[in-house]
């Protein structure tokens, strides 16, 4: 069979500045085709470095649980903004991004004062409103890396008490889909061809990704390739360690709240309540939940569509009878499918 040759069928910029590529790779033998598309999409979405706001300081505030004078936001809404930030650090150490501002406007991520080595894709997302005769001093910590990192985890020595971490998400590809096209040859011999298409944040370029998720995959694999001893009989192979269902369940319930990708009302009301991972979440029942101030059959709702998304349940989902969400609506006892 012929080399793979890989052609680029679209690459395009949309108007958020987040980039778009369609990519065909060809011939592989049957079967091949989805072995390397799901390989290659894996990489793509957990491995390839970016850069992310990592902590933040604001003059006069010392946790994220307050509020600036004279901005609107609170601090929570203000730290989620610059979670939003699209960045792109082209220095192995971190960068400081400064904002100096006075009221009244609407500060937008143009209006960041930033070092040579960092740029800003999403210009213009907001940040934050300054009312009349507030202000609004701010340092921003941007650092490269890979994954996902929670606040509690970030590095926080050398620098300031009231620097306040954040969850930082590096992952700069948002979605990739492979698809296979199975066609035959002249001499009749059937082959796959591989479309992958990569939905990148702007920071990567999606034909860059590409390139990095292959060479990940080489490198992981050329020791295997390169093992020329001899084959161990079956009683010297060890039997892997099972993990349990139990221990995927540990592993889980330790991550923040923020994995749900909740509304900023949902988020908020979770947070005030001192909630911040979903183990803590997943303790409380359905009762219990709606008794958490400011939070309403809606949010309660979308709590239970994103914790059924990834398998997980409260402890008790069974809705009691006369419970009133914030607006005064009666709802009769109904329990919440799982």
């Not at 066609?183 to 990095?212: C, K, N, Y």
């Not at 029942?285 to 309403?296: A, H, P, Q, R, V």
């Amino acid at each position: 069979m012929n080399q793979v040759t890989v052609k680029c069928l679209e690459n395009k910029t949309n108007n958020d500045g987040s980039l778009y590529g369609k990519f065909l790779l060809e011939p592989f033998e049957r079967g091949f085709g989805t072995t390397v598309g799901n390989s290659l999409r894996r990489i793509l979405l957990s491995s390839i470095p970016g850069s992310a706001v990592t902590a933040v300081r604001i003059e006069g505030i010392t946790h994220e649980f307050s509020s600036v004078p004279g901005v609107v936001e609170d601090v929570i809404d203000v730290m989620l903004n610059l979670k939003g930030l699209v960045v792109k650090c082209l220095s192995d150490q971190p960068q400081t991004l400064r904002i100096s501002a006075k009221g009244p406007c609407v500060i937008h991520a143009k209006d960041i004062q930033l070092p040579s080595d960092v740029q800003i894709i999403n210009q213009d997302w907001k940040i934050a409103t300054i009312s009349e005769g507030g202000s609004l001093e701010m340092e921003i910590i941007v650092e490269n890396g890979i994954g996902y990192v929670p606040a509690e985890s970030q590095n926080v020595q050398n620098r300031p008490i009231d620097m306040i971490p954040i969850d930082s998400v590096f992952m700069p590809i948002r979605k990739v889909a492979c698809s296979i096209n199975t066609t035959r040859s002249p001499e009749g011999t059937d082959h796959d061809s591989l479309f992958v298409e990569i939905w990148s944040s702007g920071s990567v370029e999606p034909t860059s990704a590409l390139g990095q998720a292959a060479a990940k995959l080489i490198e992981r694999l050329a020791p295997i390739a390169q093992y020329s001893g001899e084959a161990l009989s079956i009683s010297h192979v060890q039997e892997p360690v099972k993990e349990t269902k139990e221990e995927v369940t540990d592993q889980r319930v330790s991550l923040s709240i923020e994995e749900l990708e909740l509304s900023v009302r949902a988020y908020n009301c979770l947070k005030r309540a001192n909630i911040n991972s979903l183990g803590e979440l997943l303790s409380l029942s359905y009762n219990e939940l709606m008794n958490i101030k400011n939070f309403g059959k809606k949010s309660a709702d979308e709590v239970l569509e994103r914790l059924h998304a990834m398998g997980m349940h409260l402890a008790d989902e069974t809705m009691p009878v006369g419970i009133q969400d914030n607006s005064g609506s009666s709802f009769e006892n109904e329990p919440f499918p799982a």
